[in-house]
């Protein structure tokens, strides 16, 4: 087992005991169902919405080569600057560098998982510069210097009372109650931060060809501010935001904001073309496009798996996931958790390395069900199961299945399995959870059901007899 | 019509009153059923694992079971859709990928047969008790039975169907993921028989044998005293 498959053993076995968490998750989820299932009730037929989000994307992602394009000439036509990164490395020398060229000290930086990907944050502080986060739930993630627990919900699992210890101990607050005191203190340290600030960072959601627009959607005004005030803009977008129009707009905000927190629509929805332009007043006077592919393109690649990059990053799957639900966000060690990010860490970070993401699945299929984009993921985590084994069979296991399939192959030999099955089922429920029971991973924590008096194959022998 | 029965090795080994149950409701209806012996495995485990080439050899000789049945009837969701959904996915570019697309096209899991194919709901049958139905996973998501079971339940006398809080979770057994990852799949298990629990119900009932040891394992481990019986089962009370 490599480093991060023990790290994810250990991590997800802690937390399965974990009867607060699993209790605190389960809570905040049921809130989200309930608003979800309401919003969802609104449209006429969610299943056809999926089926046209999907659509958008599928004619998005296959015609990458054209749509990219089209968004870099639309961006540049109004000024913007774009830079085509390859990899995270890429992306941070060329933030770096437009830091540097600009004098920038401090960056305000709106949410943006892309950038957690590339672990941009720690990559513009290691250059010198002051990064802070203005989403109010990565801004205590940060604050504990921990990664975002979930791709949507940052901060889902902690409580009030864990919130208000952390701005205590690094922000020096006075102990505060209610969520609005906490807001109120975030509020208070942020607002300095905007006005400081000489540079804006952020993702995006969407970036729309047609019109050459960075679309973002957020609850807090955060990004706005972050996006607007600073003399300068950098977004950070991976090569598959790209959608062809702007109508495609219409059916993809309101599905991302119902499957990713049970909205109707997000508070606030900007689209940025560009950087100020003559005879306006206000508004970032540069304004950098960082177009990311970081292993994008080898997902492109697999046509099997394609699909994924559809993936709008609602979340969606992570809530409906009962994995993710016992096991949590951090257990997964990667920037994307649940399902997606099951199917498509392997293709970013290496099969080999987080293949048992994907054999860590029931395969129950509830995050297809709720993807509104319609990605095939449980299948995904199939393929990628398949194609680990095909690179590299596990020692130990290649002669079980093997075996497994020469027994299995002969019928004559099956049918002794009944009666070794009652031979051996005393025994087995008499050793049962010991460290020498071969099935103890099974009775470690669940009992076994008694051999039957009969198999089916017995009692059809007999009744036909 | 001639009914061929597919009864999984789970079945076979461990729950044969599954698949008892669907041979005498089939016959009670007036249908003559046949059993190939030479059927083993559908070969889950393996195509689960990523050992597909091995899958490929076992299905094979469901393949051959098969090969001249009418229609196939099977007593579980999940190595129903390993037939349905996953054979021609796993004979894709096969030379034997016809067949295993013609086997998908004439499998059905049993109680959607009973329903969409036979047209039955009333089984004329009584089974007194507060129950409450757990959908396996792979019955519901890849072959889309919902509504069948329940359909059947509805009309057998003296049983009290409760909806679970979350009917439609995985239960956390999910084949060889329930050894490979123990602590997962039973921190699932306790969320689902939690549900089970607040219904108050004395039966859980399900068209999924393997759902139903896990749940049933996980219960007997609490020391809850709770039964669960296969649809087929609950059905073949007469």
Known sequence: MGTESIQFHRDADRLTHDLRHRGLIQKALGGYYVKRDEQKAKYTDWQEARTSAAAAKYEAVNHLDKYLLELTEKLEARGTKVFWAADGAEAAEYISSVARNAGVKRIIKSKTMTGEEIHLGPALEKAGLEVVESDLGEFIVQLREEPPYHIVFPSMHLTRGEIDETFQKKLGSPHADTPEELTMIARGVMRQKYCQADMGMSGANFAVAETGHISITENEGNARLSTTLPKVLVSIVGIEKVIPKLEDLAVLLPMLATAGAGQNMTCYNTLLGGPRQPGETDGPTEFHVVLLDNKRTSLLADAEQRDALHCIRCGACLNVCPIFKNIGGHSYGTTYQGPIGSVITPHLRGLQSWKHLSFSSSLCGACHEACPVRIDLHHHLLQNRRNAIAEKSVWWEKPIFAGFAWFMRRPALYRLAAPMLRLGAPVLHAIRGKFFDPARMWTGTRDLPPAPPQSFKEYWRKRNG | ?238
């Open chain 2, 1 to 238: 019509m001639k009914i061929t029965l597919f009864i999984p090795c789970f079945i076979d080994q461990y729950y044969p009153g599954a698949g008892i149950g669907m041979v005498r409701i089939l016959e009670k209806l007036g249908h003559a059923v046949e059993y190939p012996e030479s059927q083993t495995c559908c070969g889950q485990p393996a195509f689960n694992s990523g050992y597909w080439d091995e899958a490929r050899s076992v299905a094979e000789t469901m393949l051959d079971a098969f090969r001249d049945a009418e229609v196939v009837v099977g007593v579980s969701g999940s190595c129903g859709a390993m037939l349905k959904v996953f054979y021609p996915e796993l004979f894709h570019g096969h030379p034997r990928e016809a067949e295993a697309k013609a086997l998908a096209a004439k499998t059905h899991e049993f109680s959607s047969f009973l329903v969409n194919v036979l047209g039955v709901g009333d089984l004329g049958v009584s089974y007194p008790a507060k129950a409450t139905f757990h959908d396996g996973c792979h019955g519901l998501r890849e072959m889309g039975i919902k509504r069948e079971p329940r359909e059947l339940l509805k009309h057998v006398r003296g049983l009290e169907l409760v909806e679970m809080k979350e009917a439609e979770t995985c239960c956390g057994f999910g084949g060889t993921f329930s050894v490979k990852f123990p602590e997962i799949s039973t921190a699932m298990g306790e969320v689902k028989c939690a549900s089970i629990l607040e219904t108050g119900a004395e039966l859980v009932i399900s068209n999924d044998s393997s759902c139903l040891m896990q749940i049933q394992g996980i219960l007997d481990r609490q020391g809850k005293k709770i039964r669960s019986m296969h649809l087929a089962e609950v059905l073949a009370n007469f």
